[in-house]
């Protein structure tokens, strides 16, 4: 294989020669056209830069003469001159006054001066000046003239008498005076050249004018000799030259004729039409003088002078004569130079491939400081400046991914992998110092509402403040964010709880000016010295125990967490054996149809029996599983204890109620937990609506899009789902807005505080009235008192969970109690939705007896009225329940208790008299709604509403609303109202 250095040697050979053989073939025309045009270039470069000179050089003197004049120009004062009469305003033609002259020649000479100071600083410093004046109009002034300065000798500029305008000679060369020629032009411009003080000379005029008045004529003079001196020692070939003609192709300077010599005795073949052009362009001009044959060019200035090159022709010709000669010997020489050389230029030009190559090698094995020295502007250049730049965004991109890797996209704080290995050089920095070392772990509290509220974006900004509160304080290298809204820090111990103070103090207002509330766990070193993830784990678990708090709070891993934290590890490292050899039993807790009392549901519930550590309470083992991941295990292993016992109902002939099972946000990351229910549920043939799953807000957490699809889901598959632990959270009412449940669970608080004050009792009326409207079922747990139960009854809250019916109890024990008569009640479920919609009807709230009707008599009652439920079957009817102001009634008006015994209409005494009861069998019979008027003595009547909302689909019963509307001491006798 051919290398690049031998492919490029032959390739350029190859050219070489086929270069050579095209000039010997080109054609003689050819060769000396191009000698010519070479000659032409050559003139016009000499040209060029002849015309850069002058320029440069007449520009300078411009500059000057125009710098003075505008600061004289500036400097005169138009008042002044009108108030002096030199200048005339409107119609005024009045002749000055000597006062007015004499002012105006002493403001003139002032003015002169200060123009003279300024120029004469000008004019020292521009090369050349031969003189500089200004010569003021005789009709301005006929006193004061100016100034004039110039060179005698090699002296510098000598003051001299001011020219008068009025009394110069007439120049020969310009036929006028130089004053009337400058003032002719009516503008700045060149003028010459003539004799000026015996001298020949160029000179430069700016016309000075204020208010349209001609004030004077400013002027630099610049010796023809000078302007000679830029060109007489310019040689084109041997013997040619450069000569400059003025405007009107007068000889300035010639080597061979007199300044102002004409066009005529140059001899020159051209017109004085040609030499208007701006130079000669790449015309060929020649033409013959004095016998010999000569080539010249031109150009002109802005000025309107030329500059022209003449060279004699054979002089030019003379390079294209040997031209074919020399080629053939200059060819042979260039080849075998390149022969010699062409190994060394290839090296030189391959050289920087070689280093490329290296490089990408250097690269490739990840040595990113590698380095490239050649700078050339070639395409090995480019590729190199590519490869350079590649280099840099390559390391660039590795120092950004490092840095990704070991600090926090959002907040630019160490990540937890970075900050383990700063946190362990911190720690041995302390412990150096003689201190102990803390780690704190920090959650902000509520942050989940927060995004839900403002949306993540607001979010994602409170999270960055934070951390920026937290770096100020505990330092930027000794923090991280260990996930969402977490935070680690470490810490020397006898300083973080001033660091602490700190940083709640800014939290109080971080928030728009509100308090952020953070929850905070430290674990100090002292304790036990542990690897800092296992501090941080402690700190962690030390912060988590007080969860459910809304405010802030610092809490000290102590001896009581280290001892937990032993019975964790024991409790994950034994789940396994745990349910294999039955230590995790199930226990069920019955739930309490209110309308009827019976057990329509029951939750099952973990307990773990150690045999080395005794009953572990579900506070123990519950969160243990949910941090290590594993309570997907414990859950399943309790609905398949569930389905176990449902087949062992079947078999023992109960009746099969709803079992509801709890489930942890770890079952749903864990696993497809929603499959995983389906396929064991099914495998064992239970119908799905008898399995209700329970999730607490904390399940839906961040993850609310998702939650929302799971529940959809298991609702779609029939399993109805249950929100537990309803108002126990920041934003209930916000998760229930947006995700449908089946029922809503009250969390045991509600009656914990069931004494504490009436507001408890009517925001759960309200709670249950809210959800009644949404047509959800409702449960209230921790119930442990008769008027507690009495109160959800009155409520229309539909069941009942708590001590006050029984704690959970394993499946065993239930059966000998059933067995022994000792059971509560299982209910049919056929007479379910019978004793739902009684226990659905809220006995404080006398709208939902009207059912959404709105009449007359509706309409003319207060809401806080005397109500109960009578169920009626056949013959016999008794109360269900009723409210307080019902039990009232009955003592106040009739003299006797509540209860719910059975009474056979038939045994009563009045029932042929009674409208009440005739209603009551009547409503029971035919449904309906009826409005009656009973007399109870000889002035009273009373005003009952009765309405039937059931009946039973197994034993017929029926079940009638009852609504004492008032209680009056006039007579409306018989039936009001039948509907």
Not at 112 to 141: D, H, R, W
Not at 193 to 208: D, G, L, M, N
Request: include cysteine; charge should be negative.
């Amino acid at each position: 294989m051919y290398s690049i250095r031998s492919k490029i040697a032959i390739i350029t050979v190859l050219v070489i020669l086929t270069s050579v053989l095209s000039v010997f073939g080109a054609n003689y025309f050819i060769i000396q056209r191009e000698t010519d045009q070479n000659s032409v270039d050559m003139m016009n470069l000499i040209n060029s830069d002849t015309d850069k000179a002058l320029e440069k050089y007449f520009e300078s003197i411009e500059q000057s003469a125009e710098i003075t004049s505008n600061i004289a120009i500036d400097d005169l004062d138009s008042v002044v001159l009108a108030n002096y009469g030199a200048i005339k305003t409107g119609t005024d033609i009045s002749a000055q006054t000597p006062d007015q002259i004499k002012a105006l020649d002493d403001y003139l000479e002032s003015y002169c001066n200060k123009v003279q100071g300024l120029f004469s600083g000008v004019a020292e410093n521009t090369q050349g000046i031969n003189s500089y004046y200004y010569c003021i109009s005789p009709e301005i002034s006929k006193n004061v003239h100016g100034f004039f300065y110039m060179k005698e000798g090699k002296t510098g500029l000598i003051e001299k008498a001011p020219l008068d305008a009025s009394n110069l000679t007439p120049s020969e060369q310009l036929g006028a005076t130089w004053y009337d020629t400058a003032v002719d032009m009516g503008r700045p411009g060149w003028v010459g050249p003539y004799i000026f003080q015996k001298e020949w000379v160029y000179s430069y005029f700016v016309p000075i004018y204020k208010a349209g008045m001609l004030i004077g004529v400013l002027g630099m003079d610049i010796p023809c000799e000078i302007l000679i001196d830029q060109v007489k020692d310019i040689s084109i070939y041997d013997t040619g030259f450069v000569c400059l003609l003025d405007k009107d192709a007068k000889v300035i300077y010639h080597p061979d004729l007199p300044i102002t010599s004409d066009l005529d005795e140059l001899q020159l073949s051209v017109s004085s039409e040609t030499l208007t052009k701006d130079n000669s362009g790449n015309d060929l001009i020649r033409y013959e003088a004095h016998g010999t044959k000569r080539q010249m060019s031109f150009s002109t200035l802005s000025n309107g002078m030329h500059v022209v090159c003449i060279a004699p022709t054979e002089e030019i010709n003379a390079p294209w004569i040997t031209l074919i000669r020399d080629i053939a010997l200059i060819t042979v020489i260039v080849i075998f130079v390149f022969v010699l050389l062409i190994l060394l230029v290839i090296g030189a030009l391959t050289r920087p491939l070689k280093q490329l190559t290296n490089a990408s090698k250097r690269l490739a094995d990840a040595d990113y400081d590698v380095d490239l020295t050649y700078q050339g502007k070639d395409e090995i250049g480019a590729l190199t400046n590519a490869f350079m730049r590649m280099r840099d965004q390559l390391k660039l991109y590795i120092e950004n991914l490092n840095h990704q890797i070991f600090y926090d996209t959002m907040t630019d704080i160490p990540n937890m992998r970075h900050f383990f290995k700063l946190a362990v050089e911190e720690k041995k920095r302390i412990l150096s110092e003689g201190l102990d070392p803390v780690m704190v772990y920090i959650d902000i509290i509520g942050i989940r509402y927060y995004n839900r509220q403002y949306g993540f974006e607001m979010g994602d900004k409170l999270i960055m403040d934070f951390s920026k509160i937290l770096a100020e304080n505990f330092g930027e290298h000794r923090i991280c964010r260990f996930s969402g809204d977490h935070f680690t820090a470490v810490a020397e111990g006898d300083k973080v709880d001033e660091i602490l103070q700190k940083v709640l103090d800014e939290c109080r207002t971080a928030v728009d000016g509100k308090e952020l509330p953070i929850r905070v766990g430290i674990y100090n070193n002292a304790l036990e010295d542990v690897d800092v993830n296992v501090a941080c784990d402690r700190a962690k678990y030390a912060a988590d125990r007080k969860k459910g708090e809304l405010s802030s709070t610092i809490t000290y891993y102590d001896e009581d967490m280290l001892k937990r934290n032993e019975i964790n590890v024991h409790i994950i490292q034994n789940l396994d054996r745990a349910i294999e050899e039955g230590w995790i039993k199930v226990y069920y807790q019955p739930i309490v149809r209110a309308s009827n009392g019976q057990v329509c549901d029951e939750e099952a519930l973990a307990r773990w029996i150690d045999p080395e550590l005794g009953f572990l309470s579900p506070g123990y083992f519950i969160p243990a599983l949910e941090q290590a991941k594993l309570i997907y295990k414990l859950d399943l292993y309790v609905l398949e204890q569930v389905l176990k016992k449902m087949q062992k109902q079947k078999e023992l002939g109960y009746y099969l109620i709803s079992q509801s099972i709890n489930l942890s946000r770890m079952d749903f990351e864990s696993c497809d937990i929603v499959e995983e229910i389906r396929k064991r549920v099914d495998a064992e043939g239970i119908d799905h609506s008898l399995i209700s799953v329970e999730i607490t807000e904390s399940v839906i957490g961040e993850e609310f899009d998702f939650m929302k699809e799971q529940v959809a889901r298991f609702q779609k598959l029939g399993f109805p789902v249950w929100m537990d632990d309803f108002g126990s959270g920041y934003s209930s009412l916000d998760v229930l807005h947006q995700l449908h449940f089946d029922l809503i669970k009250f969390d045991m608080r509600f009656m914990e505080r069931f004494d504490e004050g009436e507001e408890g009792k009517i925001i759960v009326t309200e709670l249950v009235n809210m959800a009644i409207s949404l047509g959800l079922d409702t449960l209230c747990e921790g119930v442990e008192l008769e008027e507690q139960v009495e109160f959800l009854r009155e409520i229309g809250c539909t069941r009942i969970q708590g001590y006050y019916y029984g704690k959970p109890t394993p499946f065993e024990e239930i059966v000998a109690k059933i067995e022994r008569g000792e059971a509560l009640t299982i209910e049919n479920p056929e007479e379910a939705e019978y004793y739902a919609s009684i226990g659905r009807l809220n006995l404080y709230d006398f709208s939902t007896l009207s059912n959404g009707e709105n009449d007359e008599i509706m309409t003319q009652y207060f809401n806080s009225l005397p109500m109960c439920i009578i169920e009626v079957n056949d013959t016999k009817l008794w109360y269900n329940r009723c409210n307080r102001s019902y039990r009232d009634f009955l003592k106040r008006t009739l003299n006797i208790d509540f209860n719910t015994l059975k009474r056979d209409i038939l045994d009563t005494k009045d029932r042929e008299e009674s409208t009440f009861l005739k209603a009551i069998m009547h409503c029971g019979r035919e449904g309906g709604r009826l409005v009656v008027d009973e007399k109870m003595d000889q002035d009273t009547y009373v005003h009952t509403l009765i309405r039937r909302i059931g009946v039973n689909p197994v034993t017929g019963t029926s079940a009638i609303a009852v609504a004492i509307l008032t209680i009056a001491n006039e007579s409306t006798s018989g039936m009001a109202t039948t509907n």
